[in-house]
């Protein structure tokens, strides 16, 4: 048994000695090891050629876009502009067709199509489509037992917060009026 404990003993001297090494830590000896200089070189090395390839990749990639635009025909870079300008030109009859049937233009992305027939059928199907939705939800707030105003104002069936205050007030100036009352009697 007293071997373990010296066993144990000189292996806890080993490690303060160690801690202590480790606590006195000079950074140009680390930078001065061979090992280290070797490690760091192949390290920068790596990480250069995984640059090096994916710039390659990004150049080559532009390269053949380049080229095979150089390599249009005339026809093709025709057709290339009037299918843009056919599109530009089926956007903004797209938007005259929601200005005329008073549809939100935020749904105008909502709605594609190839020609200006198929974009009005879409169109009329999805604003249907969310007044359907919008009628389903109304009729279950009525089942719910919701009351519109009668007056079309946005209040609800509740009390509004200016006429509960004004209530609040009357009352508090009829209380007043009767404790004046009785105090002057």
């Known amino acids: 048994m ?6 144990k003993t000189e292996g806890t001297q080993e490690v303060d000695t160690q801690s202590k090494e480790t606590q006195e830590f000079d950074i140009k000896s680390v930078l001065e ?9 192949s390290y920068a090395d ?37 299918r843009e300008l056919y599109d530009r030109e089926l956007k903004l009859e797209k938007i005259q067709y929601f200005k005329e049937k008073n549809y939100d233009l935020d749904l105008l992305d909502f ?22 939705v919008v009628e389903k939800q109304v009729a279950e707030r009525l089942k719910q037992g ?19 205050l004004a209530k609040q007030i009357k009352e508090s100036q009829q209380y007043s009026q009767e404790a004046q009352q009785q105090y002057f009697k």
Not at 2 to 7: G, Q, S
Not at 54 to 77: D, F, G, R, W
Not at 112 to 132: C, F, P, R
Request: glycine residues 4%; negative net charge; aromatic residues 4%.
């Open 46 to 82: 790596k990480r250069v050629s995984e640059a090096v390839k994916t710039t390659k990749k990004k150049l080559q990639q532009e390269y053949e876009e380049e080229k095979k635009k150089s390599e249009m025909t005339q026809e093709e870079i025709l057709q290339q502009k009037e």
């Open 33 to 41: 090891n061979d090992e280290f200089k070797r490690f760091m070189e």
């Open 2 to 7: 007293e071997e373990n404990k010296n066993v």
């Open 146 to 164: 919701y009351v519109p105003p009668a007056n079309g104002s946005k209040t609800t069936a509740t009390e509004s917060i200016g006429l509960k």
């Open 111 to 132: 709605v594609v199509g190839g020609d200006i027939d198929m974009i009005q059928e879409k169109a009329d199907s999805l604003i249907s489509t969310i007044n359907k």
